[in-house]
C-alpha cells in the first residue's frame, strides 16, 4: 500500500517518490496506525524489507571480520562476478598440510579508512582463478575466502586478491557475494552506514 507520494512535478535528486508499506500476505486490512508512522519515519526501511530483500547503494561500508578490518569502502558491481580486495603486498609464507596442499599468503591490507595503519594478516589460498579487468588483461590471482558484514548481511564469501591501488574503492562486491536476496540501488550510496 502507498502511504505517502510526492507532489506531482518535477522533484530533486534523492528526494522520497514513495512510502509503501507490504501487506501480510492474503491480508486485505489496512495496516495499523503504528505499521504506518514507523513506516513514514524511516521510509528507507520499509524499502528494504518490501519482499524480504536488502537494498544497498552502488557504493557501501564493509567490513571484513576475518581480515580485521572493520570499515572498507567497497563499489557494489553486478558487472563484476567475483569480489576483489586491495593488497599491498602479498608472499607466501606457508602451506596448508593434508592431501591439497595450498599456500598460505601474509598480505598487507588496508586499513579501512584514513589515517588508518595497513594491516598485516594470513589467509589460506583457496584457489586460483584467471580474471579478465575492464581494459582486456587477464591475470592469476589468488582467491581467499573471507567473512563479509554489509549492513544486515553476513556470509562467507569468496575474494581475489589483487593490486588495485590505482582504484577509487579499495573492495568490489562482486554478484556472487551479493546473492539473491540483494537489491542494488544504482542512485544511492551508503545505506547502511556502519557495517
Known sequence: IVI???AAGPV????????????????R????EATVR????APDRAAEELGGKTRVGWVEHIALPGLEIKRLKAKIDTGARTSALHVMRMRTIDTTGGPNRRPILEITVPGGGR????QVVRAAVRDFVVVRDT???TERRPVIETALKLGPIRRRIAVTLTNRGDM???????RTALGPDVVVDPSRRYLHGRS
Open 4 to 6: 505517502e507520494a510526492a
Open 168 to 174: 577509487l574503492f579499495p573492495m568490489l562486491v562482486g
Open 38 to 41: 514507523a513506516a513514514i519515519a
Open 12 to 27: 530533486r535528486a534523492g528526494t522520497t517518490l514513495f512510502v509503501m508499506v507490504p501487506l501480510p500476505p492474503g491480508s
Open 29 to 32: 486490512a489496512l495496516p495499523s
Open 115 to 118: 589515517g588508518r595503519r595497513p
Open 135 to 137: 581494459s582486456g588483461r
